[in-house]
């Protein structure tokens, strides 16, 4: 069985794939230990204990790049031919999946106690002989998680462009949710602070309002990028240029009347074919045929395999 030869990221990409793997490491630390500061200040605040979920719940990106990340490294063999990079794809489809079903959670449970009109309260704790605000230790709490999030977020957005990482790119938008949670978490406390009861619930829905309009669009994403649909960019996902530079490339063989072609994404990589009718059948076709598609394999590193097929014609509704 045909394996994939060229499986991974090019030479000058190595840097910036150790540089994601450090700063998901560190990702994996900071969370541990903002969480561990919130759950230990955390009392009877929704909104401290939305954004404590929220927390936990952004371990599911970093960690399971470091798995993927791992996964595909592995060449491809008889049982996997074209290598492992849907690792990738089942990664991002995880954080996806957790990122939405944990904001949905979120935000019933914080429209419910709203529609209770619970009151919440916020004691004091006694330190070194002092008594003091337990509001005062959340917001120093809260406080820790925005910062670094914020910079740990911009680290992430180039390199996951760089290289075509929708899973660290989630990462990044989990690292902003981060921010955005624990400021809207402030606020809910000093709301209570004030005697506003309803600011601190009001608070955790609109921070689980972004969760869930963030994890629906991932995960809108993650299941279209399983079902083979054309690529789209990491940033924005619309349809990605590289598709236009194939099929320039393509239109400019003299030796082709006509042509079509598909490419798929299998994790950060694309695999595709196309279908060329020529202008004449001669025994220079096959190295025509060849020397076409390694141009397109090599306009761009992600393109790992472009497999061309001669045709006789095509339909209307075949033609690109």
Known sequence: MKQLVRFEYPPELVPAFRQARRLEWLTIAYLISTAALMYLTMGQSQAMKTAWFEDLLSLTPAISFHI??????????????????????????????????????????????????????????????????????????????????????????????????????????????????????????????????????????????????????????????????????????????LLDRVRETLAAQPWVKDFTFRLREEGHIYLGEGFVVPTEVSDQLAQQLEDTARQIEQLDWRIHEFLLTPVRELTKQERA
């Open 68 to 241: 993927a990340t791992r996964v595909i490294l592995r060449s491809p063999n008889e049982d996997f031919p074209y290598g492992y990079h849907r690792a990738v794809s089942i990664a991002y489809l995880c954080s996806s999946v957790a990122l939405f079903a944990v904001g949905g959670f979120l935000l019933l449970d914080s429209a419910t106690t709203l529609l209770k009109a619970e009151h919440p309260t916020i004691g004091t704790v006694v330190i070194a002989g002092h008594q003091i605000w337990l509001g005062y230790l959340m917001i120093a709490a809260l406080l820790w998680g925005t910062f670094p999030a914020l910079y740990l977020g911009k680290e992430k957005l180039p390199l996951a462009k760089q290289l075509h990482e929708k899973n660290l790119y989630t990462d990044a938008e989990m690292n902003k949710a981060d921010w955005m949670t624990a400021s809207a978490a402030i606020l809910g406390i000093l709301g209570i602070g004030m005697g506003w009861w309803w600011a601190d619930a009001a608070a955790a829905i609109f921070i689980a309002f972004d969760i869930v309009r963030d994890g629906f669009t991932n995960l809108r994403q993650a299941v279209f990028d399983l079902m083979n649909q054309a690529p789209k960019t990491v940033d924005d996902q619309k349809p990605d240029p």
